[in-house]
């Protein structure tokens, strides 16, 4: 069993900054990709941020330059620092996880967080 829980969401002003981290816990063999997802009110979920391999990242078009993707391995725990934040970010924001147990047999598996809430507002 693998649970990914994020925390650091709230409320900021426009042109603020926010950190969200997101701890994966349980049997883990080994994690291929976390990424950040998020969801506004009537839209469909979409991703913002990913890091592959603890290195490689990847970043919606409308965060470059402003997101920051980072993961600390030895912990399990990957990071989205929000930096010069927009009315326009905000939304619930999940984490999610490609990993394997350490169960025989076990096949690469995406978790999801529970999500955490992001509102920018003056």
């Known amino acids: 069993q693998v649970q990914l829980v994020e925390s650091g969401g709230g409320l900021v002003q426009p042109g603020g900054s926010l950190r969200l981290s997101c701890a994966a816990s349980g049997s883990i063999s080994s994690i291929r990709n976390m990424a950040w997802y998020r969801q506004a009110p009537g839209k469909q979920r979409e991703l913002v941020a990913s890091?592959?391999?603890?290195?490689?990242?990847n970043y919606a078009d409308s965060v470059k330059g402003r997101f920051t993707i980072s993961m600390d391995n030895a912990r399990n725990t990957v990071y989205l620092q929000m930096n010069s934040l927009e009315v326009e970010d905000t939304a619930v924001y999940y984490c999610?996880?490609?990993?394997?147990?350490?169960?025989?047999?076990?096949?690469?598996?995406?978790?999801w967080g529970q999500g955490t809430q992001v509102t920018v507002s003056s």
């Open positions: 890091i592959m391999s603890g290195v490689a990242t």
């Open positions: 999610n996880g490609v990993i394997r147990t350490r169960l025989v047999g076990s096949i690469w598996t995406t978790y």
